[in-house]
């Protein structure tokens, strides 16, 4: 995808509450604008607190540049990086935007907001499948935005916790997203678009931040519609305490905390992490229940009723777990009934017969089935279900799509290619290029991905996706061919969601 050069014209030049920026024109009239800061650097005495309002200036600030990625593992040496930033920084909290020509006759257009995933430990805004201008072609405003991640976006500590006016600590990541979309409600009108027909979307740790913020009270009226790809849902939370007790791994002195350079910082992440992650355990490095931004456990306060009203889909791929547990050393048969029960406990028991492995060489797939479950399936149908009590509207889909060649998958992750039309990246030619059914497969979830930003409703150009009803649970597969489904794993679902009801 070409970005034109700098001329300068009336839709190239914006005014925003910081000041006046400038951006560059694509093929077809599509204005980019990267790099916007929408929150003061997170550095110094600034490390580990809310995001502050970013700096005014004069004159004209060139956005032609995506801003640095917050500070994560770098990619293995030799290995394709994704990103187009080059580089890294505390002072990384900036958006990209992706805009048609300007609007005239007082049109707007609606806008789409894209979170990224990584585990909550990696991740880029300008990660080179997020390319929105396919969405702008398509007259939708799209944005990434960049927001801290492992230690940086979610240390709790108790001396945080003690500065805090909220008695909060950790989830600054969330905290980022929040400052993000209030830089766009304040904002995107001087782009052309409508404040008030935005959607948020995301996948994996991006989509699990949307599920939490559709229960926090500090999210309502940021977003009118979500979009929830392979979201980590409705698991426990770490509490603010029990992650306190792991930040104080690092001291009690905030002062020096916050004089470590980002490296330092990085190299403690191994306190925090896991080998082997648990898979109904909380974890300590993704959001917590804080009692501020989440004040209870998303599976209590969507049982509750206690989220934002708003049309929502949201969706698995139909392999998310092998790809995760390649490496894990479980290989015999007495290696899987021990990791059973030490993730399941007292229901090791119906945890084995509803995961049977009988004999050693099937031990790997109910070791991926098991991850997958946990992980992603089960947030997506009990989502689902809980938002299936919202008048607005739920739709749920399962991406089968395999591309040619692949004997697996398709894996965790597999169909952001597809929702924005990038399936010409060059990082994705490992096994043999896409096709015209893969082309086609794309042109359709983009198709109802804008539709749904436009109208609330993902249906028709041909398409016809049911409401999700949890009494017929059924969902759009998005494979060859696209057609309803129903009942996908349910007793699976029906086993975890029990497990999950008796360990409250």
């Avoid at 409705?234 to 490296?263: C, F, I, Q, V, W």
């Avoid at 898979?279 to 969507?302: H, S």
């Avoid at 749904?452 to 649970?473: E, N």
Wanted: charged content about 20%.
């Amino acid at each position: 995808m070409t970005d034109g050069g700098g001329a300068q014209d009336a839709g190239l030049a914006v005014r925003t509450e910081s000041g006046a920026v400038s951006g560059v024109a694509a093929s077809g009239g599509v204005r980019i604008f990267r790099g916007l800061p929408f929150a003061a650097p997170p550095v110094g005495e600034l490390r580990w607190r809310p995001p502050e309002l970013p700096a005014k200036w004069s004159g004209v600030r060139a956005a032609t540049e995506f801003g640095p990625d917050c500070p994560q593992p770098a990619p293995p040496p030799g290995g394709p990086s994704s990103s187009r930033a080059g580089r890294q920084s505390e002072d990384c909290l900036s958006l990209n935007i992706w805009a048609p020509p300007s609007a005239r006759g007082g049109e707007t257009y609606p806008v789409m907001v894209w979170l990224f995933g990584g585990s909550f430990l990696v991740g880029s805004a300008s990660d080179i499948l997020f390319d929105g201008e396919k969405y702008a072609r398509q007259g939708v405003i799209l944005i990434t935005a960049n927001y801290r991640v492992g230690l940086f976006g979610f240390l709790a500590h108790p001396a945080l916790t003690a500065e805090s006016p909220h008695h909060s600590s950790s989830n600054y990541a969330l905290l980022d997203q929040l400052a993000a979309l209030r830089w766009i409600r304040d904002n995107i009108a001087n782009f052309g678009g409508d404040p008030n027909r935005v959607t948020v979307f995301g996948v994996s740790a991006g989509s699990a931040s949307i599920s939490l913020l559709l229960t926090s009270p500090l999210a309502k009226g940021l977003f009118q519609q979500a979009i929830l790809e392979s979201a980590g849902a409705l698991r426990p939370l770490a509490s603010l305490a029990e992650a306190e007790n792991y930040g104080a791994k690092l001291g009690d002195d905030l002062a020096t905390l916050r004089r470590m350079s980002a490296e330092e910082v990085l190299s403690k992440t191994p306190l925090f992490v896991p080998k082997m992650r648990g898979l109904t355990a909380p974890r300590v490095l993704r959001p917590i229940r804080d009692g501020w931004i989440i004040p209870k456990d998303e599976r209590d306060a969507f049982a509750a009723g206690e989220f934002v009203n708003i049309p929502v889909i949201v969706g698995t791929n139909a392999d998310e777990g092998t790809n995760f547990v390649v490496t894990w050393p479980i290989r015999t048969l007495d290696e899987y009934r021990a990791f059973v029960a030490e993730n399941f406990g007292a229901d090791a028991a119906l945890a084995l017969h509803t995961y049977p492995a009988r004999d050693e060489a099937s031990v790997r797939q109910r070791v991926a089935e098991l991850f997958a479950d946990t992980q992603f399936n089960y947030g997506g149908w009990a989502l689902a279900r809980a938002l299936a009590r919202s008048e607005r509207g739920v739709w749920r889909y399962l991406f089968l799509k395999r591309r040619p060649g692949q004997s697996d998958g398709p894996h965790h992750g597999g169909e952001v290619a597809y929702v924005f039309g990038a399936l010409g990246a060059p990082h994705l030619g490992k096994i043999a290029p896409f096709d015209a059914g893969d082309e086609k497969l794309s042109d359709a979830m983009m198709a109802a991905w804008v539709r749904f930003a436009r109208f609330g409703d993902p249906s028709g150009g041909g398409l016809t996706w049911p409401r999700y009803d949890p009494a017929k649970d059924e969902y759009l597969e998005f494979g060859d061919p696209i057609r309803v489904g129903s009942r996908w794993r349910r007793r699976n679902m029906e086993f975890l969601d029990g497990f999950f009801e008796r360990r409250k």
